[in-house]
């Protein structure tokens, strides 16, 4: 199976450009968690599933050259992106290495941080990758996590029922295709079963005007996915074309709004290793 088709959308240059939209979106609350949760200057942080980087050069430069930010991500057109912007940076600090995350050896590093976003959601085994994740984190290091945990939350102001019957069969296909896009309902039980401890849960759902650059990434995505569902014949062309004209009239309401699908930001640590208490000999 080519690399296109396993992943969601793709990994053609449209689809580079949607996630920076994605990331640009995101960014400030991702800057904002990534503080909270220490990352700092001179750490070693995993970007686990890095697609093109944007993430991973935000890290480059927050760990700066005393730091690392390994790369790990199974498209070689995403790596292939993501080290033309670090070359264009001057960032020399971002090592990529092309796996799945299913086979990555996590014993081979020993990270002080590891991001993870809307990754899980699309893995067969989640558990297994998160176990391996464990591994990889030092003693007090931790291990940050962006999922949904209620995708069918996304909606349309006013209320379109067209809509959220296309909400749900993006659902439906998702779980079909092996994944679960409510995977962070799941996560903490993961991570208590991989010996870490979850220290902060923090839901995040934002709404936006059509005018608003943030609606960019919803709509973007229920723009780019159509053609998916019509292929996979979860939704009838006629449907599909039903689905664009809304859209298009959606986008050029004022007042319409969009509901984001609920995202959880999941910070879980590594316990320090405890030092043996001395016994006295006397």
């Known amino acids: 199976m080519s690399e296109e088709r ?29 503080r909270d949760s220490g990352v700092t200057e001179g750490m070693t942080v995993i970007d686990a599933g890095s697609g093109p980087g944007y993430a991973t050069l935000d ?6 050259p005393t730091g690392r930010v390994i790369a790990l991500e199974r498209s070689r057109r995403f790596l ?10 001057g960032l020399t600090n971002i090592e990529t290495v092309e796996t799945d995350l299913s086979d990555f050896d996590w014993s081979r590093v020993a990270a002080d941080r590891l991001w993870c976003r809307w990754v899980l959601a699309f893995v067969p085994e989640p558990a297994a990758i998160v176990h391996g994740m464990a591994r990889a984190l030092k003693p007090g290091g931790a291990a940050l ?8 939350s996304w909606r349309l102001a006013p209320h379109t029922p ?3 019957d296309y909400v749900a ?3 439906a296909r998702w779980r079909a295709s092996g994944g679960e896009p409510d995977i962070a309902l799941a996560l903490p039980g993961m ?8 220290d902060a849960v923090t839901p995040h759902v934002f709404a936006a005007k059509m005018t608003n650059f943030a609606s960019r990434w919803p709509m973007g995505f229920a723009r780019e996915f159509l053609p998916t569902l019509v292929a996979s014949g979860d939704i009838t ?3 599909g074309d039903a689905v664009s004209r809304l859209l298009a009239v959606v986008e050029t309401d004022p007042n319409a709004l969009v509901i984001t699908p609920g995202v959880l930001h999941l910070r879980a640590s590594k316990p320090e290793q405890i030092k043996p208490s001395r016994v006295s000999t006397a």
Not at 22 to 30: A, I, N
Not at 145 to 152: L, M, P, Q, R
């Open 80 to 89: 292939d992106a993501l080290e033309a912007h670090a070359h264009a940076r």
């Open 237 to 239: 062309a006629a449907e």
């Open 59 to 64: 890290l480059a430069e927050i760990v700066g």
């Open 145 to 152: 996590f962006h999922e949904y945990y209620d995708y069918a």
């Open 6 to 34: 396993t992943y969601v959308i793709g990994t053609h240059d449209a689809e580079i450009e949607r996630l920076g939209v994605q990331h640009r979106v995101w960014r400030p609350r991702v800057l904002e968690f990534w």
């Open 162 to 164: 067209l809509f959220e």
């Open 169 to 171: 069969k993006i659902i």
């Open 191 to 198: 991570l208590a079963e991989a010996g870490l401890r979850v």
